[in-house]
C-alpha cells in the first residue's frame, strides 16, 4: 500500500514539474514576444502565476520540483526572447523566489483553503500577498541585479517590473488554479443549456468589446471593458471575472505594444505608457474582484438558505408538527408539516391567505387564541381546540409573536396533535370521579357536577337523596358479595330511570343521588317510577337466594339564594322523614 502511494505521490511530482518547466517556457516566451521588446520588461507577465498555483495546489513537498522546473522554463524562455546572459540566471531565481513567498503567506494565513476569493476579507489579504509583498520583493532584487549587472536606473526597473508581476500575479493565479483543479470545467458542466448560452454570450460580447477598444486609438474608452466585465462579474461570479480580467490584460498589454489602442494616446512614450496601462489594469482588478468576492458570497449565502430551507421542509414533513407562519399584516406566508392531516385542509390552502381566513378553514377558536397572543403581555401563548372539519382531533396551538427589536413582525402558530393525551386525560378524569363497583359518578364527580350545575347552569334544579332500605339486612343474611350485586343493581335501576342529561352518583355505602335539570314535580315521578320498579322484582335472584330491596327518596328542589350545602340539607330532611314514615317511599322537601 506505501509502495502504491509512493508511486502516486511521484507521478504527480512529476506532473507538476512538466507543468511548471513547460508551462512556464511557454507563457514567457510568448509573453516576451508579444509584449517586450526583448530588451525591457515585458508589460504583464503571468508566467510566475502558474508556478504560484502550482504551489499552492501542491502538498510542500513538491515545491522545489516545481519551483526547480519552473526556473529551467524561465531560462530557456528568456534565451529564446532575449539571448544568453548572466542575469537571466538571477532573474530566473527571482521570480521563483517571489512565487514562493506569496505561495508561503498565502498558506499560512489561509490554511490550505482554496476559496481565499470567496469574500471581499480575503480578495483584499490576496491582493496583498500577491500583488503588493511579493512583487515588490522581486522588484527590489530584480531592479539591483539590472543596475549591478547592465546598469539599468533602480527607479524604471523597479516600477516596470513590480507591475508586471503584480498584476500578472493577481490576474494569473485565480485563473490558473480554476484551470488545474478544474474549477472552470465543473461550473460549466454544471449549467443548463440556457445558462452556457449566457455564460458564452457575455464572454463572446466582452472580449468583443474588448478588442473593439483596443484595436481603435481615436477614442478614450478605457472605460467600456470595466462596465462588461462589471456585467460578467454580477451575472458569472469569480471564474467568469477571472478570465474577464484575463481578456482585458491581453488585449490591452499587446495593443499597447504595437503602440495601438487609446493608451496610445498618451504621449509621454511607450514607458509611461506601459505604466499607466498597469495602473489600469490594476485599477480594473481592484474594483472587479471585490465585486466578484461579494456576488460569490452572496450566491453563497442564497445556495446555502436553499439548502437550509430544503433541510427544513423535510424535516417539516417529517415532523410530528403543523407549521403556520403569518407576517405583521397577518398573512400566511409559509404553511408546512401536518396540516393536511390535522385539519383536513392542504397546507397550500392557507399561504396567502389571512388569520380570519385560516381560522374559518381550522376552527375560530384560534383567531381567538392568536388575538390573545398578538394583544397579549406574552410572546407565547397556548392552547387547546378542535377543527371544524375534524372533531375528533384534539389539538394543542402554541402561538408565538416574532419581534424585531420593540416592532412585532409576525407570528408563528404550531399544532400538535394531543388527541390520544387528551383521552387519556379524560379517562383518568373520568376514572377518578366514577365509582369503580357501580360504574356510577362517586361522591367527588357528583359534588362537582352539582357545584358546576348550580354555578353555570340556567334551568331548574332537583335533587334525590336516596337509601336503599334495611342493606345491612341484606349484608347479614346474604353476605357482601351479594350486597354489592344489589348495589349494583340499584345503579342500573336510577340510570335506567333518568335522562341522559341527569346525574346519578353513589355518595358512599347503600347511599345514592340524583341530580335532575327538571322541576320537583318531574324529579318526584320519576322517582317514584324508579322506587315501584325497584319494588316488584328481587334485586338478586339465583336458586334460593332472593335478595329483595327498596329505596327511600328525599327530593328538594333548587331555590334562589340557596347553596349546595342548603340543597342537599332539604333533601336530607326530606329522605329522613320517608324513613320516619316506614321507608320505601318518596317525600319532597317543604
Known amino acids: 500500500m506505501s509502495g502504491m502511494v509512493d508511486a502516486r505521490t511521484s507521478e504527480a511530482g512529476i506532473r507538476a514539474g512538466l507543468a511548471a518547466g513547460v508551462g512556464y517556457c511557454v507563457l514567457a516566451t510568448v509573453t516576451i514576444e508579444m509584449t517586450s521588446s526583448g530588451h525591457d520588461h515585458a508589460t504583464v507577465w503571468p508566467a510566475d502565476a502558474l508556478i504560484l498555483a502550482l504551489l499552492l495546489k501542491s502538498p510542500r513537498s513538491m515545491w522545489p520540483t516545481v519551483l526547480l522546473c519552473g526556473w529551467i522554463g524561465n531560462l530557456l524562455a528568456n534565451m529564446i526572447g532575449r539571448g544568453a546572459s548572466v542575469g537571466i540566471v538571477f532573474y530566473g531565481a527571482i521570480n521563483m523566489a517571489q512565487a514562493l513567498f506569496a505561495a508561503y503567506l498565502i498558506e499560512r494565513k489561509f490554511a490550505g483553503r482554496r476559496d481565499f476569493l470567496s469574500d471581499t476579507k480575503a480578495s483584499g489579504e490576496f491582493l496583498l500577498y500577491a500583488g503588493l509583498l511579493a512583487p515588490g520583493m522581486g522588484a527590489i532584487a530584480g531592479s539591483l541585479v539590472s543596475l549591478l549587472a547592465y546598469g539599468v536606473p533602480f527607479e524604471d526597473s523597479f516600477l516596470r517590473w513590480f507591475a508586471s508581476n503584480a498584476i500578472g500575479l493577481l490576474i494569473g493565479t485565480p485563473v490558473m488554479l480554476a484551470l488545474l483543479d478544474g474549477s472552470y470545467r465543473r461550473c460549466f458542466g454544471a449549467k443548463t443549456g440556457l445558462e452556457r448560452a449566457e455564460t458564452m454570450a457575455l464572454m463572446a460580447a466582452h472580449a468583443l468589446l474588448t478588442i473593439a477598444v483596443f484595436s481603435q486609438t481615436r477614442y478614450p474608452l478605457l472605460f467600456l471593458p470595466l462596465s462588461s466585465l462589471l456585467l460578467v462579474a454580477f451575472r458569472l461570479g469569480r471564474l467568469g471575472t477571472f478570465a474577464g480580467v484575463a481578456i482585458v490584460a491581453w488585449a490591452g498589454a499587446i495593443a499597447t505594444y504595437f503602440g495601438v489602442g487609446p493608451i496610445a494616446l498618451i504621449t509621454d512614450g511607450p514607458v509611461f505608457q506601459s505604466l499607466y496601462f498597469q495602473i489600469y489594469i490594476a485599477v480594473i482588478l481592484c474594483t472587479a474582484l471585490p465585486v466578484a468576492a461579494t456576488v460569490a458570497s452572496r450566491a453563497d449565502a442564497l445556495a446555502e438558505l436553499a439548502e437550509h430551507r430544503k433541510a427544513l421542509q423535510q424535516i417539516l414533513a417529517n415532523a410530528p408538527e403543523g407549521i403556520l407562519s403569518f407576517d405583521e399584516t397577518g398573512t400566511c406566508r409559509w404553511a408546512d408539516g401536518r396540516l393536511k392531516e390535522f385539519t383536513g385542509v392542504e397546507p397550500e390552502a392557507f399561504v396567502g391567505s389571512t388569520l380570519d381566513e385560516v381560522a374559518s378553514l381550522t376552527s375560530q377558536a384560534l383567531l381567538q387564541f392568536a388575538d390573545a397572543a398578538a394583544h397579549g403581555t406574552h410572546d407565547a401563548i397556548t392552547c387547546d381546540f378542535s377543527p371544524d372539519r375534524m372533531p375528533e382531533r384534539t ?39 366514577t365509582d369503580d363497583l357501580t360504574g356510577v359518578l362517586n361522591r367527588k364527580g357528583f359534588r362537582h357536577r352539582i357545584t358546576t350545575a348550580i354555578e353555570h347552569g340556567h334551568g331548574p334544579l332537583t335533587l334525590a337523596l336516596i337509601d336503599v332500605d334495611r342493606f345491612k339486612t341484606i349484608n347479614d343474611t346474604f353476605g357482601h358479595a351479594v350486597g354489592d350485586r344489589v348495589l349494583e343493581a340499584v345503579a342500573e335501576r336510577l340510570q335506567a330511570g333518568t335522562r341522559t342529561t341527569d346525574f346519578v352518583g353513589r355518595l358512599g355505602g347503600d347511599e345514592f343521588a340524583i341530580l335532575f335539570g327538571c322541576d320537583v314535580d318531574t324529579a318526584r315521578i320519576a322517582c317514584e317510577r324508579i322506587a315501584a320498579a325497584l319494588r316488584g322484582v328481587p334485586m338478586v ?49 317543604a
Open 395 to 433: 389539538l394543542e396551538a402554541s402561538v408565538g409573536i416574532v419581534s424585531q427589536g420593540d416592532r412585532r413582525s409576525g407570528m408563528v402558530i404550531t399544532l400538535r396533535d394531543i388527541s390520544i393525551r387528551k383521552s387519556r386525560e379524560v379517562a383518568i378524569s373520568i376514572m377518578a370521579e
Open 541 to 589: 335472584n339465583e336458586g334460593a337466594i332472593k335478595a329483595r330491596a327498596s329505596i327511600s327518596c328525599g327530593v328538594a328542589q333548587l331555590q334562589p339564594g340557596m347553596t349546595r350545602s342548603h340543597l342537599f340539607d332539604a333533601a336530607d330532611n326530606a329522605l329522613y322523614e320517608v324513613k320516619r314514615a316506614g321507608r320505601d317511599g318518596v317525600r319532597v322537601a
